[in-house]
C-alpha cells in the first residue's frame, strides 16, 4: 500500500490476528515496524515473518498495562528508529460474563487491558509522534464500542471509553495545532484467536462461545481487516468500520437510537448462552 514507505509504525498486540496483520502489512508496504505482544511465542513468529519480507522490525515483550515499562519503550523505540510516525493501540482481551455474576477483578483486568492499555500507549508516544512533524495515533475499539449487549459489560465499557478519548485526542490535536492524526478502529468479527485468547464467567462455556464466534460472528480475515485499517490511515479518517457487519450495525444503532437495545436482546438473547 502507498504512503508508508519510511514510516516508522508501533504495533501492540501484534503476536496474534489484526495486530500480526497490520504489522505484516505495513512492513510490506515499506514501513519500519516495532513490534510487541505479551505472548512471545506468537511475537517471534511476526517478526520472522516481517524479516522474511524484508521488513526493518524491533520486536520487544511489553504488557500494555504496564505503564512505566511502556514509558521506556517509547523513548527506546523513538532511539533505535530516529523518530516515531504512528502508534497502532491494537492489544486486547476480550471476556463474557454478566454484570450480576462477574467478580471486579475480571471487569478490572479488561479495562486495564482494553482501555489503560490504551492510554499508555497513546501518552508514551504522544511526545514522538508530535516531534516527529507527521504523527498517527491508531486506537482499536470496536463495534462494542458503539453499542452494548448483554454479557458484554466490561468490554462495552472499555471500547467505549477508547472511543470517547480518541474522539477528544482527535479535536484536541487539531485545536493545539499539533501534526498528528488519530483514528479510531471499530472493526465487526474478524477471524483471529480472540474468543479462543477469552475469559468468560463461571457457568459460561468458553469453548461453545469461541465456537459460536468462529463459527457465526467473525466473517472478515485479519488481513482484509489489516487493509482496510491502513486505506483510512492513509486517509487520515476519524474513524474506520471494518467490516459489512460493522457497517450494518453502525446504521442500526444510527437509525433506532436507544431502541436497539430491544431490538438486540432477541438476536443475542437466542445466540449467546447464559450463566
Ligand atoms: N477479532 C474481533 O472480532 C475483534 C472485533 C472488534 C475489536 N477487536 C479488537 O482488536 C484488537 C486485536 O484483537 P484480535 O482479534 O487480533 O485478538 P487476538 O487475541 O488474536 O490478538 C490480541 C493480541 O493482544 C495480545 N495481548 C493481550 N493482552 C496484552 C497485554 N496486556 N499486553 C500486550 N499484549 C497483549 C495477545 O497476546 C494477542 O497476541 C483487540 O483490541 C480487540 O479487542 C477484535
Known amino acids: 500500500m502507498e504512503g508508508f514507505a519510511g514510516k516508522v509504525a508501533v504495533v501492540t498486540g501484534a503476536g496474534s490476528g489484526i495486530g500480526r496483520a497490520l504489522a505484516i502489512e505495513l512492513g510490506r508496504s515499506g514501513a519500519k515496524v516495532a513490534i510487541s505482544d505479551v505472548n ?29 515499562a511502556f514509558l521506556a519503550y517509547a523513548d527506546a523505540v523513538n ?20 454484570i450480576e455474576v462477574s467478580p471486579f477483578k475480571d471487569i478490572e483486568r479488561v479495562m486495564d487491558v482494553d482501555f489503560w492499555g490504551v492510554v499508555n500507549g497513546t501518552k508514551a508516544f504522544l511526545p514522538h509522534l508530535i516531534a516527529s512533524g507527521d504523527g498517527h495515533v491508531i486506537n482499536v475499539s470496536s463495534v462494542f464500542g458503539l453499542f452494548s449487549s448483554p454479557g458484554q459489560a466490561a468490554y462495552n465499557a472499555a471500547k467505549f471509553a477508547v472511543r ?32 479462543r485468547n477469552a475469559t468468560v464467567a463461571e457457568g459460561l462455556d468458553r469453548d461453545e462461545l469461541a465456537k459460536l464466534f468462529d463459527k457465526r460472528l467473525a466473517h472478515t480475515s485479519p488481513q482484509r481487516a489489516a487493509r482496510i485499517i491502513l486505506e483510512a490511515v492513509r486517509k487520515k479518517r476519524a474513524r474506520v468500520l471494518v467490516g459489512a457487519d460493522a457497517k450494518v450495525l453502525d446504521i442500526l444503532v444510527r437509525l433506532t437510537g436507544s431502541g436497539y437495545q430491544r431490538l438486540f436482546l432477541t438476536v443475542t438473547g437466542r445466540l449467546i448462552p447464559r450463566s
Open 40 to 68: 512471545v511465542e506468537g511475537l517471534a513468529d511476526t517478526e520472522r515473518q516481517l524479516k522474511a519480507i524484508g521488513a526493518e522490525v524491533k520486536a520487544d515483550r511489553l504488557n500494555v498495562t504496564e505503564r512505566e
Open 79 to 98: 532511539e533505535h528508529f530516529g523518530k516515531v510516525n504512528q502508534i497502532y493501540n491494537n492489544a486486547g482481551i476480550a471476556y463474557t460474563g454478566d
Open 164 to 195: 470517547g478519548f480518541t474522539e477528544a485526542l482527535r479535536q484536541e490535536m487539531v485545536l493545539a495545532g499539533h501534526p498528528v492524526a488519530v483514528t479510531t478502529v471499530h472493526p465487526g468479527g474478524i477471524k483471529t484467536a480472540i474468543a
